[in-house]
């Protein structure tokens, strides 16, 4: 039974450009949360979707935005890229209500 | 954004000794957890607290509720190498899936 994947593993953008992360469930989760983490701090809540709707969000600009998809799949896009926005961003799935489970995570450095 | 106070931020401890460490906040969680982050992975639950005073164990593991709701302990007995990893609280208020993450705690292990 696969866990949480993520991909790409790690990604260089520059300044500006857009970037689209993506993320598969455990098998039978139905929801995605996305988090941002920071070199030596703990990981930030983005947003979670459920449903393919953004159910709850957090202290996160409108350059982040998301998707879910009807196969629970979810992709995580960034715009306007600054330097301040390389992290590592997690992803995790659960069932509604239910404890979250995390991928390995995506890599992105922004020069 | 928010995070919770852990400490100690690090520490050293012989292979065979206990460990305590904890987790503070300004505000009120519903639920605590502890999870365990090794390099270049995502977070593994560890122990999950639902209730105001509770006490669980998993393993050699043991974590407790605070009384006030504003805090969490977590216990390691015996630790062995591969205790070794950052350990952060998270709480959650509420039945959605936003997690507010701790700052972390580093530990090390001397063989």
């Known amino acids: 039974d696969a866990g949480v994947t993520q991909s790409p593993t790690h990604l260089i953008k520059t300044r500006g450009q857009q970037v689209t992360l993506r993320c598969s469930p455990k098998?039978?989760?139905?929801?995605v949360s996305w988090y941002q983490q920071a070199l030596g701090q703990g990981p930030q809540f983005i947003f979670q979707?459920?449903?393919?709707?953004?159910?709850q969000r957090g202290n996160f600009p409108d350059r982040f935005s998301g998707h879910q998809f009807p196969n629970y799949s979810s992709e995580l896009n960034v715009n306007a890229l600054l330097l301040g926005d390389s992290a590592l961003y997690l992803c995790?799935?659960?069932?509604?209500?239910?404890?979250?489970?995390f991928g390995p995570g995506t890599r992105l450095t922004v020069t | 954004g928010q995070q919770l106070n852990q400490s100690p931020q690090s520490m050293f401890i012989q292979e065979g000794e206990d460990v305590s460490m904890n987790c503070t906040s300004s505000?009120?969680?519903?639920?605590w957890l502890w999870y365990k982050q090794d390099p270049g992975e995502g977070p593994v639950l560890l122990i999950a607290?639902?209730?105001?005073?509770e006490l669980t164990s998993n393993g050699r593991l043991t974590a407790q509720f605070g009384i006030t709701r504003k805090d969490s302990f977590l216990n390691i007995s015996a630790s062995i190498p591969s205790d070794v990893g950052i350990y952060f609280c998270?709480?959650?208020?509420?039945?959605?899936?936003?997690?507010?993450f701790g700052t972390g705690t580093q530990l090390k292990v001397e063989l």
């Open positions: 098998s039978g989760h139905d929801t």
């Open positions: 979707y459920y449903e393919e709707e953004e159910r």
């Open positions: 607290l639902y209730k105001a005073g």
């Open positions: 998270a709480g959650r208020v509420g039945g959605g899936n936003k997690l507010t």
């Open positions: 505000s009120i969680f519903n639920t």
């Open positions: 995790a799935s659960s069932l509604l209500r239910y404890e979250q489970y």
